[in-house]
């Protein structure tokens, strides 16, 4: 079958197998990385040997399947949900600068972690303590998806979004739910400080299985369900009437969208804290690799999203060993200029 | 066919609509005209099932509007929007390709073919692979018009007529592609199918109308062929112009020379 002018599937479908090798390639390779180095032959040897391998050295198999991972894991799952959530976000409002970072979505899922740190135990209190580990990522999806839909309420009208309105709204919304934490912070326990400073920063230093098995099936749900969006996404582009009229259920479409959202972005912020700019860096490149059809946008993002989060992690993890920097941090010093030179190119759009 | 009957739509205290009834057939190119503000979009969304009327009923093929679902609509009618910008680099080709992929079980060799053939009919043969976003106005248009072609297949689909709906689809073309865009929807009238087009320019609108419909103030002020609508009254009437309209010797057809109104007597 021959290509048509102006067909980019094929490219895009060749993109997202690269993408994938480089990830898998990344990940063993990260397990090797930190303060304590490893060479690459040695992690194999770990890693085909199992978590419970009695022949090798203790702390290796420890090193590896205890600490780097679940923290690997729950890194490359936080980058693919974070860029996926800036995909969808940005196709539901139709322009490429919604980053849920920057719109108030991971604000709104902070209040909400904040608000179960502070408060939760004095509400699960005795035998419900174990509900308390699974209820923060509930209380960031809740405050996630409040924050979308307000976001969404204010920033659409007659179907059409308002850039200005939208990033003005975002500022809004970001800074209610800093003092909505800031309220809380003040009324928190010395512990409970320690808690939240530690992971309002973005860390992916306190992962384990444990946090990976609360807030991983849920970005692993949004991750699988993603691609059902791809089309309506692509109609939707067009306008929302414009996507009823090629057949599109807009109002599922828009619900779906805005849970699925709130879900990658709660769980996200749940483990780590807020981290930036990943759903903004991450699809913009790829629009300009492998164009801007969501169907493989989707699982390109994603892919990249973790392949970039990882190597921001190693980064963050070796640059002042045995110390580590906070990774948000790190997508902040990059993701923010990059933004910067965005909005430059792009002020006629923000002007709407 | 589509028809729709006493329907009322109105914003707070304002009607937009006032017991509105129009009738879409098969094989006939209806043209909706009238001034700014006439109700005309607000006609069409009705039409299409983007709004429901608060009052009076909406029936395609003797079904009512509202019990379709949106991918079934999806299938028998297709709408070209005016113009607008897209956020995202979408070549050509992919923005046409968008009209194809509500249609279930297109073929592989369809979905080779179906858009570039579209481009052709447009005027827009080897634009695939360039960039929506770079395009002029006109040219954008018209591939929205590609799009919609390739959505709504042929005139008559499975024994049944289809339905195309298009808002202002000339308002940003040069007169050669107004005249050959207004060509392809009459001949897919002419072949079975259904066509409802927005128009602003009476000329246009008197050489390839089969059936007018003047809009004013919500309400169908006239509708019949083009000769027999636009006059001097209406012109009068309708659109508050002093203007006299001229007619064709060939077949008497009437036509309107815009010009200045200063030196006109206003007429009661």
């Known amino acids: ?352 | 066919m589509l028809e729709i009957h006493d329907a009322s739509v109105h914003i707070g205290a304002r009607a937009i609509l006032k017991s509105v009834s129009v009738r879409m057939p098969p094989g006939r190119l209806t043209v909706v005209a009238g001034p700014n503000g006439a109700g005309k979009s607000t006609l069409l969304k009705v039409m299409t099932g983007e709004l429901r009327p608060h009052e009076g009923s909406v029936r395609f093929d003797d079904r009512a509007l509202e019990e379709f679902q949106p991918h079934e609509l999806a299938a028998r009618r297709a709408v070209l929007p005016q113009a607008s910008q897209l956020a995202f680099p979408f070549t050509v080709l992919e923005v046409v390709r968008l009209g194809l992929e509500c249609r279930p079980g297109v073929s592989k060799a369809l979905r080779f073919s179906a858009p570039s053939a579209a481009l052709a009919r447009v005027d827009l043969a080897g634009f695939g692979a360039r960039h929506y976003q770079e395009l002029s106005g006109g040219e954008q248009q018209r591939v929205h018009l590609a799009r919609v072609l390739c959505q709504i297949g042929e005139p008559v689909t499975a024994g049944r007529p289809q339905y195309l709906f298009l808002d202002e689809p000339t308002s940003s073309l040069d007169i050669r592609h107004q005249i050959e865009t207004l060509e392809i929807a009459r001949r897919f009238a002419r072949e079975g199918g259904g066509v409802l087009a927005i128009l602003h320019d009476l000329n246009l609108a008197a050489a390839f109308a089969d059936h007018l419909i003047v809009m004013h103030e919500g309400e169908v002020a006239a509708q019949g062929t083009p000769r027999d609508v636009i006059s001097d009254d209406l012109m009068q009437h309708v659109f508050g112009l002093p203007l006299r309209v001229g007619r064709l010797p060939d077949g008497d057809l009437p036509f309107i020379l815009p010009q200045s109104l200063e030196g006109f007597p206003a007429r009661a």
Not at chain 1, 66 to 88: E, W
Not at chain 1, 232 to 247: R, S, Y
């Open chain 1, 1 to 352: 079958m021959p290509i048509a002018e102006g067909d980019r599937s094929r490219k895009a479908a060749f993109a997202i197998a690269w993408l994938a090798v480089a990830l898998g390639a990344l990940a063993v390779a990260s397990l090797g990385v930190g303060a304590s180095k490893m060479p690459l032959g040695d992690v194999i040897t770990v890693l085909l040997a199992g978590p419970n391998a009695k022949h090798l050295p203790a702390g290796d198999v420890l090193i590896v399947w205890q600490i780097r991972m679940p923290r690997m894991l729950l890194g490359a799952l936080i980058g693919a949900s974070l860029a996926t959530a800036g995909v969808v976000l940005q196709g539901l409002f139709r322009n490429p600068l919604a980053d849920p970072g920057l719109v108030g979505v991971s604000s709104g899922a902070a209040l909400g972690a904040v608000t179960m740190i502070v408060l939760g135990p004095g509400l699960f209190a005795g035998a419900f303590r174990l509900f308390e580990m699974f209820a923060l990522p509930v209380a960031a999806f809740a405050g996630g998806l409040i924050a979308t839909i307000l976001l969404y309420a204010i920033a659409t009208r007659r179907g059409r979004t308002s850039v200005a309105t939208m990033l003005l709204a975002g500022i809004a919304l970001g800074a209610f739910a800093a003092a909505g934490s800031g309220l809380l912070i003040y009324v928190a326990s010395e512990q409970q400080l320690r808690e939240i400073t530690f992971w309002s920063l973005g860390a992916l230093s306190g992962a384990s299985w444990i946090k990976l098995t609360v807030s991983g099936p849920i970005m692993l749900l949004v991750l699988l369900a993603a691609p059902v969006l791809g089309r309506g996404l692509n109609a939707i582009v067009l306008g929302e009437a414009e996507a009823f009229h090629l057949g599109i259920n807009v109002q599922r479409l828009k619900h779906l969208a805005i849970f699925l959202v709130a879900g990658a972005t709660g769980a996200a912020v749940a483990v780590s804290g807020v981290i930036g700019f990943v759903g903004i860096v991450v699809p913009h490149l790829l629009r300009f690799a492998i164009g801007a059809d969501h169907r493989a946008l989707l699982p390109a993002s994603a892919l990249l999203g973790a392949t970039l989060l990882l190597l921001a992690d190693m980064f963050a993890r070796t640059i002042v060993a045995p110390a580590e920097l906070p990774i948000g941090i790190v997508t902040a010093a990059v993701g923010a200029p990059f933004f910067l030179g965005m909005l430059l190119r792009r002020r006629g759009i923000v002007d709407l």
